[in-house]
């Protein structure tokens, strides 16, 4: 069985401050591919990352970046000098093959 | 490109009438998916299609829902006898493959009445 735990419900920060969204996964299997999706206040989900299981570079684009490390099981989410358009919920996502195992979900508010 | 619609956006019914939910994948996308987003469920994953075919149907709530996609595209979820139970957002997703990166649509929020 899959899981993702996603243990920060809400964060809330004030602008240009900067924030980390925890993301730890179980899996049994040695191939999986991590994501990490936003869903904004209209609602659609959009992708942000995947990662295979096979790549433990960290990645940066423009103010996010992500930090996995296998030994801890965690695929961690940095948002800097957060804005109000970061505002959205966060979801983490597993899959081994065509299923998606979501997190609960983070929900980041940023105040102006 | 156009990415995967949905339609309904909003769906409004009454208990026990049947719902249709229709979705347009990305063009050439293969891989089509659906997935329910309820408060106390989260994101839950229905079904999905490789080309018209469903290898995968453990993710329905119950026989009251099926699915089927037509042309290698456009996808349809059916509840029939709807319950209030079945009030969520029904997400649809797409990939140009399995195992490929899963785009979304917007969703149709149904409330069951």
């Known amino acids: 069985a899959q899981k993702v735990t996603q243990a920060q419900t809400e964060i809330s920060v004030v602008e240009k401050e900067d924030v980390t969204l925890d993301c730890v996964y179980e899996t049994r299997d040695t191939t999986y591919y991590l994501f990490w999706y936003k869903q904004p206040p209209s609602g659609e989900l959009v992708f942000l990352i995947r990662r295979n299981s096979f790549d433990e570079q960290n990645e940066i684009s423009g103010r996010y970046s992500w930090n996995f490390q296998k030994s801890t099981s965690s695929f961690n989410f940095t948002i800097t000098a957060s804005q109000v358009v970061d505002s959205a919920v966060y979801f983490c996502?597993?899959?081994?093959?065509?299923?998606?195992?979501f997190g609960a979900g983070t929900t980041v508010t940023v105040r102006a | 490109g156009a990415g995967v619609s949905q339609s309904p956006s909003n769906k409004v019914t009454e208990k026990g009438k049947d719902v249709e939910l229709r979705c347009d994948p990305i063009?050439?996308?293969?891989?089509l998916y659906w997935y329910r987003q309820s408060l106390g469920q989260g994101l839950e994953f229905l079904i999905y299609?490789?080309?018209?075919?469903?290898?995968?149907k453990s993710g329905l709530p119950s026989d009251r829902f099926s699915a089927e996609r037509t042309g290698g595209s456009v996808s349809t979820l059916t509840i029939q006898r709807t319950q209030q139970e079945d009030s969520a957002v029904y997400l649809c997703a797409s990939s140009l493959v399995v195992t490929d990166t899963q785009y979304f649509g917007p969703g149709t929020r149904l409330t069951v009445l």
């Open positions: 996502a597993l899959s081994n093959d065509y299923k998606l195992s």
């Open positions: 299609f490789q080309g018209n075919s469903a290898p995968d």
């Open positions: 063009s050439g996308h293969t891989a």
